[in-house]
T-cell receptor, first 109, second 117 residues
Framework: GQNIDQPTEMTATEGAIVQINCTYQ??????LFWYQQHAGEAPTFLSY??LDGLEEKGRFSSFLSRSKGYSYLLLKELQMKDSASYLC??????????WGAGTKLIIKP | GAVVSQHPSWVICKSGTSVKIECRSL??????MFWYRQFPKQSLMLMAT?????????EQGVEKDKFLINHASLTLSTLTVTSAHPEDSSFYIC?????????????FGPGTRLTVL
């Protein structure tokens, strides 16, 4: 079966750095997405990785290792507004988007 | 970035009535739109994939006669929840895919919160 694993919840301190991991087992791979979702709102696009390596975009970076079926989202200089759920999603060989359950990130002052 | 709008943002209706939700891509043409529902504290569940000018493809377990999807133009898709019941109360989110490639990014509408009394 197809599976995406990410931690259910993480806590970090304002101004710090946090890494949210995502591992996947899917039938084929055509890219990995990270989305941010605030409570009661729709997801917003953060990043897309299809090749191995690190993609940096401001305070957020996303890393992919296809051989390990592994990705992480790195958030630097955490702000209170970063408190949200972070969803990892993988496009499989049929170009279906498989969603992880999301990681709830709690930022403490 | 690409903008997707959804209307209404919330709706309360009586059991047995029908509700229509609109999804529009404002600054790009979307050949494919997706409809999701999300229950509290759960991840997104894909309901159907909608291609402009053709019938929607429904996921297993989703009743196509209950959730009517129309994608009449490259910028508009509608979801109609027919004969709504309290168990249909949920957060409905649409997304639109920009570009022609299947791997292209999906951009999400703000969602519609449906409450059926």
């Amino acid at each position: 079966g197809q599976n995406i694993d990410q931690p259910t919840e993480m806590t970090a301190t304002e101004g710090a750095i946090v890494q949210i991991n995502c591992t996947y087992q899917t039938s084929g791979f055509n890219g990995l997405f990270w989305y941010q979702q605030h409570a009661g709102e729709a997801p917003t696009f953060l990043s897309y990785n299809v090749l191995d390596g690190l993609e940096e975009k401001g305070r957020f970076s996303s890393f992919l290792s296809r051989s390990k079926g592994y990705s992480y989202l790195l958030l630097k200089e955490l702000q209170m507004k970063d408190s949200a759920s972070y969803l990892c999603a993988v496009t499989d060989s049929n170009y279906q988007l498989i969603w992880g359950a999301g990681t709830k990130l709690i930022i403490k002052p | 970035g690409a903008v997707v709008s959804q209307h209404p943002s919330w709706v309360i209706c009586k059991s047995g009535t029908s509700v229509k939700i609109e999804c529009r891509s404002l600054d790009f043409q979307a050949t494919t739109m997706f409809w999701y529902r999300q229950f509290p504290k759960q991840s997104l569940m894909l309901m159907a994939t909608s291609n402009e000018g053709s019938k929607a493809t429904y996921e297993q377990g989703v009743e196509k006669d209950k959730f009517l999807i129309n994608h009449a133009s490259l910028t508009l898709s509608t979801l109609t929840v027919t004969s709504a019941h309290p168990e249909d109360s949920s957060f409905y989110i649409c997304s639109a895919r920009e570009g022609q490639g299947d791997a292209d990014t999906q951009y999400f509408g703000p969602g519609t919160r449906l409450t059926v009394l």
